[in-house]
T-cell receptor, first 114, second 112 residues
Framework: GESVGLHLPTLSVQEGDNSIINCAYSNSASDYFIWYKQESGKGPQFIID?????DKRQGQRVTVLLNKTVKHLSLQIAATQPGDSAVYFC?????????????FGKGITLSVRP | DTGVSQNPRHKITKRGQNVTFRCDPISEHNRLYWYRQTLGQGPEFLTY????????KSRLLSDRFSAERPKGSFSTLEIQRTEQGDSAMYLCASSRSMSEAFFGQGTRLTVV
């Protein structure tokens, strides 16, 4: 079946370095993608989204890249801070207008070393 | 606080008991979703409302589960005859049409 998945279960980075979290998706019909951050005991928090007609979108300290050719999504966090430590999920939505449910990957834990 | 609100935050119940959770979405959001999350996994879709209409239900939503959104505002999720396998975090999210979903803090259910 089709699924959203993440390449690595954990990522450890030095404070101040840039982080790159990768995600592969297999549903070619997906046209909207979101990255969420989840801290322990809390609900997922929206970070950034991107639609399939774009290949890059920037936010504050975060950039999402979309490569539809290889069905790959990445989240780049600049100057990683201790507060960025959390589990990160990529999620896909096949068609926001017709079917708005999000399908989530399993999550990757980002650990920031001081 | 104008975010998505879920109550209770924690619920411990004995196997076989019924439980009900409540979600109050962001006020102008017409779409409401329920998800279930177990430890180490991403949220799994359960069901989705647009206004008061329940438009989609996952096959994860067995006949022991029922969700309602009677006036198109708050929603309830009821689990009847709880089983230990129902232990999970139950997440509610809301959105305007064709925009990102905002999640609540979740209700953690423990069935003993």
């Amino acid at each position: 079946g089709e699924s959203v998945g993440l390449h690595l279960p954990t990522l450890s980075v030095q404070e101040g370095d840039n982080s790159i979290i990768n995600c592969a998706y297999s549903n070619s019909a997906s046209d909207y993608f979101i990255w969420y951050k989840q801290e322990s005991g809390k609900g997922p928090q929206f970070i950034i989204d991107i639609r399939s007609n774009m290949d890059k979108r920037q936010g504050q300290r975060v950039t999402v890249l979309l490569n539809k050719t290889v069905k790959h999504l990445s989240l780049q966090i600049a100057a990683t801070q201790p507060g960025d430590s959390a589990v990160y999920f990529c999620a896909e939505n096949i068609s926001p207008g017709a079917n708005s449910k999000l399908t989530f990957g399993k999550g990757i834990t980002l650990s920031v070393r001081p | 606080d104008t975010g998505v609100s879920q109550n209770p935050r924690h619920k411990i119940t004995k196997r076989g008991q019924n439980v009900t959770f409540r979600c109050d979405p962001i006020s102008e959001h017409n779409r409401l979703y329920w998800y279930r999350q177990t430890l180490g996994q991403g949220p799994e879709f359960l069901t989705y409302f647009q206004n008061e209409a329940q438009l989609e239900k996952s096959r994860l939503l067995s006949d022991r589960f029922s969700a309602e959104r009677p006036k198109g505002s708050f929603s309830t999720l009821e689990i009847q005859r709880t089983e230990q396998g129902d232990s999970a975090m139950y997440l509610c999210a809301s959105s305007r049409s064709m925009s990102e979903a905002f999640f609540g803090q979740g209700t953690r259910l423990t069935v003993v």
